[in-house]
């Protein structure tokens, strides 16, 4: 910022004088994860690769963010980006997701995964499903046949719930395909994980 006198103020002085420009506030912290797995240690538990990036809850500071971050389509192969309410840890085991499960969507373009992406975060951020509290988080995966989006929610056995939340999800994203939802269970149990649901 510059003062009367040409000289230049830092950012801070500014704010003490209150002329920071207004911050829109989101209605929760959410928080991006990264994990690469392309190089994984040897006898590496699954997880140890998660690493948390920055927590943010302003729209300003989502944007910022998106902006400076990789988009999914630049991560290399076996890669993941993860958007999760704050608190929430991107992993079965984290109380919040143990008894849950998560929608699917298969992408082969880049672009289009990017498109998605970045769809779903705003209407994740934006608190565009009725079934908000349903919600923990949202995982691109970079693999090197097909991409994957995933949706991950609270409480598998609400179908009703589940249903809606897919429903909304397909028209946020614009896909027609039917897709799958999944419980964690049966994916830790090494049991199908063929979709218990599909819209």
């Known amino acids: 910022m510059v003062s009367e006198g040409g000289m230049v103020e830092p950012i801070e002085a500014a704010a003490e004088k209150g002329e920071t420009k207004p911050r829109h506030m989101l209605e929760r912290k959410w928080t991006f994860w990264f994990d690469n797995q392309s190089k994984p240690k040897q006898g590496a538990a699954w997880g140890t690769s998660l690493r948390k990036l920055y927590t943010f809850d ?11 971050i990789f988009r999914p389509s630049k991560l290399p192969a076996n890669a993941d980006f993860h958007l999760f309410k704050a608190g929430i840890e991107p992993k079965w085991e984290d109380p919040e997701c143990a008894n849950g499960g998560k929608w699917t969507v298969i992408s082969s373009r880049k672009a289009n995964l990017d498109a998605m992406w970045l769809e779903t975060l705003m209407a994740l951020i934006g608190e565009q499903f009725e079934e908000n509290d349903e919600i923990c988080g949202v995982v691109a995966s970079v693999r090197q046949r097909q991409d994957k989006l995933a949706l991950w929610t609270k409480t598998a056995s609400n179908e009703a719930a589940q249903m809606g939340i897919g429903r909304k999800w397909k028209e946020i994203i614009d896909v027609t395909d039917k897709i799958p939802y999944s419980f964690h269970d049966d994916s830790r149990s090494q049991k199908s994980s063929r979709g218990r649901y599909n819209v």
């Open 58 to 68: 302003t729209v300003e500071e989502f944007w910022c963010l998106y902006d400076q």
